[in-house]
Each structure stands twice: as C-alpha cells, then as structure tokens.
C-alpha cells in the first residue's frame, strides 16, 4: 500500500505538491472554523484592510459589477467620499470581495482569503525556486522556509496587514524576473516587470523598499565574467522592466501622483525610521509568537546559510551580503539617525524584512540542500520544517482564541463581522489640514459645517462615487460649506447646475446655494489623468501578451520536468 502511494505521489508529483499546499493552507485556518468571529480593533491593519473591501462586497452584491473599484468611499471609512482606492490599490484585494460573495458570509470569504494568500505564497515560492534551481527539494524546503516563517505568518496572521501579505507572493516572481535579467535569459525581463507591477499594486511602501533591494540584488550580475555588451544588456533590460512596470501599474501611480502633488501634506503619521529599529538580539529572539522580527526559525536558517556560504558560487555570496545587509538595516547598528531627514518614505526600518524573510529562506534551502543529500533525510527534514511552521501558526492562533483583547482583536458573530468591517475611521490621506474636522465629515450635516447660516438640511444619501444633500435655507448664501474634502475630480451640482471648484482653508468644498429648497449632489468623476493611465496599462497588459504570447504560454504550466 505504502509503495503505491509512492508510486502514486512519484507519477503525479506536481499535482501532489499543490494538494500539500492546499491541505497546509486549510489547516491555517482550521482553528477559526469552530467558534465566533474574530475582528482587529479600531486602529489595526486587520481593521483597516476589511474595510477597504467592504464597499466593493456591498456594489458586487447588488449586482453592479463596473462598481467594483469605487474612486471614493460613501459607505465605508465616514461614507464621505474619502478617496482610499485612489490612493491605496484595490484590485489585490478583489479575491476577497468574490470569496465573500461565493460563501455568502463575510467571515467564511474571509478566512478562505487567508487560506489563499497562504497557499499562493508557498506556490510562488515554489516554482520560481524550482526554476532557478532546478532541484524540487529545494523548491519545496525553500517554500516551507518562506510561508512558515515568523515574518509571513505574523503579517497575515496578526497585523492582518493584507498589502503585505501580497508582497510575499509577487516577491518571488520579481526575483525571478530579476535573476533572469542579472545571470541567465536577459530576454525574460517581462517576468519581473509583472513581479514588480504585482508589488506596486499590493503596498507601495513596502513594494519601494522591496524593489529598492532587487535592483541593489541586480549587482549579482558582475559577478559573472561576460561580454561588455552582454553587461550593458542586461542593464537595459532591468531599465526596460521598470518602464513595463510603471507602464502596468500606471492606472494606479498616475492618479496616485496627481492626488499627492494636489494634497502635498497627507495626514498620514509620520515616524522618525530611528525610533523604528530593533534590537539587534530582537531580530530573531522574540518573546512573542508574532512580531516584526524573522524569530527563532530564521535564526536556524541564516545559521545554515553562514554555514553553507563557502559552498555558495559568487552571486549567492553576493546575495548572502545583500541579506546580511537587510538584516542590519532593520537594526539599531545602522546609523538611522543620520537618515531621518532623507529616507522617511521608508516609515518604519521593519519593511527590510521582507527581502530577508525571503533571501534567507532561498538560500537557505540551497545551503541545506548542499550539505543533506541523503533523499530520505532530505523529506524528513521538509516534514520537520513543515511540521514546526504548521505548530508555529497553530499555536498564534489559539494564542488569539484564548485571549482576544491582549492579541488586540474582538469577538462578534459571523452574522454580524460584516457590519463591523464598515466601522473604520483611519484617514491617512485627509489633507493635513483637513484632519482637524474629520469628526464633523462623519456627521454629513450642512447644518454643522454652517453654524451661523440658518440652513435645514431634509436628506443625505449615497451612491456609486457620489453623495446627495437636500437643505432648505432661508436666504440665499455664496459660501456654503459641504462635509466632504475637495479632491481632483470631485465634481458639485447645485439643483442640477455645476458649480466652479471651490474649497475653504480646511479643503472642505465650499458651494453657493439660492433661498429656498437646494438639491445638492457630490459626484466624483474620473479625471483625464485616470482615464489615460488606465488605458495605458490596459496597452501595456496586451502588447506584452500579443508579443511574449509563446513565453507567457510556457510560463502557464505550474511545471516543467527537470
């Protein structure tokens, strides 16, 4: 029977492998299966990044499938009109929404979600290794190391940070793309443009820093003796990799920028990177079964990359300094205070563990692999490695059964996890000027905007990217102050008349209204910046499949035989 089964894993081992992904990624989640539902506290990623999905949900819902990208808010985050999606990207995100729609529950979509990203982590990881190396052990450790470890199981588990959870499944793709263009077939530079793209489109933040040290990683390419025009090739090819990735992610960088250069001083709390670093011991031992640090398994793997370095050829040494340089940079050995004033777009030095989450598990499982070569030792160290990961979550997550309040979570009914996802009140990207009066947008009452004018407001509602007041005044008024924040495209008609753009010291929009009975409408309509970029992308997309259609199709396989 034994045989059989082996038989029977061997003849379909890429079939195999997918189901053990499969079966680790339910397991995950298995704890929360049975119980009530768990939901982050105000203030939280976890919080933060179910509410960003809400409205989609609620649009899809209804039956309106060209609502599923709202430019602004108007029933989640205040429900009035504050632009996340034009400033955070949504479009990762969308599994959840039609995960949600197929359970018919909010909590079981969104469980299935984690179960995704898990298992669309551990694929990546696997067949990007499997075609640098070629060895399906390695491969396989290599994914084990990655999805299990502390970093990513924290990320997704804990913070619930769901943009980052997405960095760990496009990193590798990058990297491929990278590796290609550094030391192999410069002519696969395509690849990481999608990888990059990919990131560009999970977190921003996180997704500069990560390409930052790809393109640092790039240098890897000298240390091979080539031709100068095959250097000098290989340089072009990266630059053309950027210029496709800012071309497929321009739908989302272009608006981006234009909000940016409008707003110029976001409310987002910015952090000295010095008061951001850890103790240099804190990067692997941590009291704690999640937290910014790569814990006492990537303590165990970076021990077995020191130890397998001389065996390394010249660009994995390479890449073995580019981890140790990560791994600095997150700590307090860095002089950070010297960089405060320059590199503050980086906003907390705990993004560099990303890179070094996933450097240590690949060259990890490269230096193991070199110094195991005994097959049977070789699985039953992967069935460890998996094992000690699969505890590793499992104990996180009784740890935040047990006790909910000190893992900064709630407790609500699957029923009712829904409606607590639409209460999230993090406006990051409130004109600085703007946040002192937050707390009045919320109540989207005129009235309130307008102490001094005598103005009765009858009605508020909302639609797809627009909101709707009815007021009744007693006089006519030319500077009336609307509860909702003037951003590039945000468009007002007065009883159906369009009104100039016009906004207070606050950026609140300011409209003038006749006496009597005004129907006023805040519509936001896609600025020509958007529609240009978005069909840029759409180009993009199409020209790199029409021309790349015979490499894209040998891609598509999950395998290849080695």
């Known amino acids: 029977m034994i045989n059989k089964v082996k038989y029977i894993i061997g003849k379909h081992l890429n079939i195999s492998v997918c189901l053990l992904f499969a079966l680790f990624s339910c397991l995950i989640i298995l704890p929360y299966l049975h119980g009530p539902a768990y939901i982050h506290q105000e203030g939280w990623d976890g919080r933060f990044h179910m509410a960003r999905v809400a409205e989609s949900y609620l649009n899809l819902s209804h039956g309106h499938l060209d609502q599923a990208i709202p430019s602004v808010m108007t029933k989640t985050f205040g429900s009035f009109g504050y632009p996340q999606n034009l400033f955070y990207p949504l479009i990762t995100m969308l599994p959840e929404v039609l995960l949600h ?158 909000n940016l250069l409008f707003v110029k001083n976001i409310s987002v709390n910015k952090l000295l990177l010095s008061n951001t670093v850890l103790p240099t011991l804190s990067v692997f031992l941590t009291d704690k079964l999640a937290s910014y640090s790569l814990g006492l398994s990537g303590l165990i793997v970076v021990f077995f990359v020191i130890n397998g370095w001389n065996k390394f050829h010249p660009a994995l040494k390479y890449l073995s300094v580019v981890l140790l340089i990560n791994l600095i940079l997150v700590t307090n050995i860095f002089p950070w205070p010297i960089f405060d004033k320059y590199l503050g777009f980086v906003q907390f030095v705990g993004r560099f563990l990303y890179t070094a989450t996933f450097i240590s598990a690949f060259l990890g499982a490269i230096a193991i692999a070199n110094i195991v070569e005994n097959r049977k030792s070789r699985y039953l160290l992967v069935t460890l490695f998996c094992s000690i990961g699969l505890l590793s979550v499992t104990s996180l997550n009784f740890s935040i059964k047990r006790n909910p309040n000190g893992n900064a979570v709630n407790i609500v009914s699957w029923d009712d996890f829904q409606n607590a996802t639409l209460n999230n009140y993090i406006y990051d990207y409130l004109p600085h000027n703007a946040f002192k009066i937050k707390d009045k947008l919320e109540q989207h009452s005129i009235p309130l905007m307008n102490p001094k004018k005598e103005i009765q407001q009858t009605r508020w509602t909302t639609g797809y990217d627009s909101i709707h007041y009815r007021i009744n005044s007693v006089q006519k008024y030319t500077d009336v102050v609307l509860p909702n924040i003037f951003y590039p495209g945000f468009t007002v008609y007065v009883n159906g008349e369009k009104m100039p753009e016009k906004y207070n010291k606050n950026n609140a929009i300011v409209v003038p209204i006749e006496k009597g009975i005004s129907k006023i409408d805040v519509k936001y309509v896609k600025t020509p910046v958007q529609i240009i970029s978005f069909w840029i992308s759409v180009i993009a997309l199409l020209t790199l499949i029409v021309l790349k259609n015979k490499k894209l199709t040998k891609l598509l396989p999950l395998f290849k035989k080695h």
Not at 104 to 123: C, D, E, H, Q, V
């Open 101 to 258: 729609i197929i359970f018919g529950n909010a909590y079981g979509g969104y469980l299935a979600f984690i179960a995704l990203i898990f298992f669309s982590t551990f694929m990546s990881m696997y067949i990007c290794t499997l075609k640098i190396t070629k060895s399906r052990f390695i491969a396989l450790l290599s994914s084990a190391l990655y999805g299990f470890s502390h970093f990513a199981i924290s990320i997704t588990l804990f913070y619930r940070s769901f943009g980052g959870s997405f960095i760990f499944i496009f990193m590798p793709i990058a990297f491929y793309g990278m590796y290609q263009i550094a030391l192999k077939d410069h002519k696969k530079w395509w690849i990481m443009s999608l990888g990059v793209a990919g990131l560009i489109l999970c977190d921003l933040p996180d997704a500069v820093v990560v390409v930052l040290m790809l393109v640092f990683s790039f240098s890897m390419t000298f240390t091979v003796k080539e031709a100068k025009n095959i250097k000098l090739t290989r340089i072009v090819k990266l630059i053309y990799a950027g210029m496709l990735s800012a071309l497929l992610s321009a739908f989302f960088l272009a608006p981006l920028l234009q």
